[in-house]
């Protein structure tokens, strides 16, 4: 394995403590629970916005704190949800009167660590809100989840609600909307290659020269089916017939279009393939009104792509559109 890594267990918090240092003035770093927050954060005029969830999916979370996105994020290990103790003290840290509310992805792991801290928080006295991203189509379930993944769409509820947040939105419109966002956002990916966590030190699992698996997760876990290499188009294909049959997407749509990299796809290929999917989408009759290309939401070193649609309505593209300050200017 070759990575920039001192001692694997300390990879996290060395890369959390990189990021505020960065971003001195915008965010903080609470080592005790691999906290990093906002410096303004909690305020009294909004509702505050949290997120845990595994390490090794950056951008995912960390680099999405700050104005008009999320509040706090307590990620755990690479690859592993946050302790039931992360969740809970950033919770109380985070507290507003308008309450806090819980953004999680739908991995099993992620589901009770925030459960069990939302309910402790609650017998403090917390306000707590909480929507649960599955925009995953690959699969209904998997490895880590019962119920279909979150994945790269997350962003977009990350962005509407830190937005809404940001307006003076309350707790439950809020979740209503959370809600509203992730079931108009379909997303599915595929690897070239596997990933190489930093404590394992070898690939996390077998994938072959001349192999693809599509519908993978961002955990690794196995997608559909593994199957001979393709090319760039016809692979593009299969993932947008995938999203765009699911909800359906259909003639006449205003859709924001995402391509992600998993980590370990140049930018050049990710343009050759948003240029693909917008014209097939344009051939339906769907029409990309937004477009995102890069790295949102990685499976640390992973060649590979998703592809997410969003079915845009008038005040969902106003809060994509609204102003945001993060780490990583992904928005």
């Given at each position: 394995?070759?990575?920039?890594?001192?001692?694997?267990?300390d990879?996290?918090?060395e890369?959390?403590?990189?990021?505020?240092?960065?971003?001195?003035?915008?965010?903080?770093?609470?080592?005790?629970?691999?906290?990093?927050?906002?410096t303004?954060?909690?305020?009294d005029?909004?509702?505050?916005?949290v997120?845990?969830?595994?390490?090794?999916?950056?951008?995912?979370?960390?680099?999405?704190?700050g104005?008009?996105?999320?509040?706090?994020?307590?990620?755990?290990?690479?690859?592993?949800?946050?302790?039931?103790?992360?969740?809970?003290?950033?919770t109380?840290?985070?507290?507003?009167?308008?309450?806090?509310?819980?953004?999680?992805?739908?991995?099993?792991?992620?589901?009770?660590?925030?459960?069990?801290g939302?309910?402790?928080?609650?017998?403090?006295?917390?306000?707590?809100?909480?929507?649960?991203?599955?925009?995953?189509?690959?699969?209904?379930?998997s490895t880590?989840?019962?119920?279909?993944?979150?994945?790269?769409?997350?962003?977009?509820v990350?962005?509407a609600?830190?937005?809404?947040?940001?307006?003076?939105a309350?707790?439950?419109d809020?979740?209503?909307?959370?809600?509203?966002?992730?079931?108009v956002?379909?997303?599915?990916?595929?690897?070239?290659?596997?990933?190489?966590?930093?404590?394992?030190g070898?690939?996390?699992?077998?994938?072959?020269?001349?192999?693809?698996?599509?519908?993978?997760?961002?955990?690794?876990?196995?997608?559909?089916?593994?199957?001979?290499?393709?090319s760039?188009?016809?692979?593009?294909?299969?993932?947008?017939?995938?999203?765009?049959?699911?909800?359906?997407?259909?003639?006449?749509d205003?859709?924001?279009?995402?391509?992600?990299?998993?980590?370990?796809?140049?930018i050049?290929?990710?343009?050759?393939?948003?240029?693909?999917?917008?014209?097939q989408?344009?051939?339906?009759?769907?029409?990309?009104?937004?477009?995102y290309?890069?790295?949102?939401?990685?499976?640390?070193?992973m060649?590979?792509?998703?592809?997410?649609?969003?079915?845009l309505?008038?005040?969902?593209?106003?809060?994509?559109?609204?102003p945001?300050?993060i780490?990583?200017?992904?928005?």
């Amino acid at each position: 394995m070759k990575k920039f890594v001192n001692d694997p267990k300390d990879f996290v918090p060395e890369m959390l403590k990189g990021i505020a240092l960065a971003n001195p003035d915008t965010v903080k770093y609470v080592p005790e629970y691999n906290l990093i927050m906002r410096t303004d954060a909690p305020r009294d005029d909004k509702v505050s916005i949290v997120q845990g969830s595994g390490s090794g999916h950056e951008p995912a979370h960390v680099m999405a704190v700050g104005k008009g996105m999320l509040d706090a994020a307590c990620p755990g290990d690479v690859f592993s949800a946050p302790p039931m103790d992360y969740v809970l003290e950033t919770t109380k840290l985070l507290n507003s009167p308008k309450g806090v509310l819980h953004i999680i992805n739908n991995y099993t792991g992620d589901r009770m660590a925030f459960d069990m801290g939302r309910e402790m928080a609650e017998a403090e006295g917390v306000r707590i809100g909480t929507v649960i991203v599955d925009d995953d189509v690959a699969v209904k379930d998997s490895t880590y989840t019962v119920g279909r993944r979150g994945v790269a769409g997350n962003f977009f509820v990350i962005k509407a609600l830190g937005a809404a947040s940001e307006q003076g939105a309350e707790l439950d419109d809020l979740v209503a909307l959370g809600e509203r966002v992730n079931s108009v956002a379909r997303t599915m990916g595929m690897a070239l290659t596997s990933c190489t966590p930093p404590a394992k030190g070898s690939p996390l699992f077998d994938l072959g020269d001349d192999e693809m698996e599509m519908g993978v997760g961002i955990h690794g876990e196995p997608g559909r089916r593994r199957e001979k290499l393709a090319s760039s188009n016809v692979i593009v294909d299969e993932l947008l017939e995938a999203v765009v049959s699911d909800l359906p997407f259909k003639k006449g749509d205003n859709v924001a279009l995402m391509i992600n990299g998993l980590g370990g796809t140049p930018i050049s290929e990710l343009y050759l393939i948003y240029g693909y999917a917008h014209e097939q989408l344009a051939s339906r009759g769907i029409n990309v009104a937004r477009n995102y290309v890069g790295e949102y939401c990685t499976s640390l070193d992973m060649a590979g792509v998703s592809i997410t649609l969003v079915k845009l309505d008038d005040e969902l593209t106003s809060l994509l559109e609204a102003p945001a300050e993060i780490p990583i200017r992904v928005f």
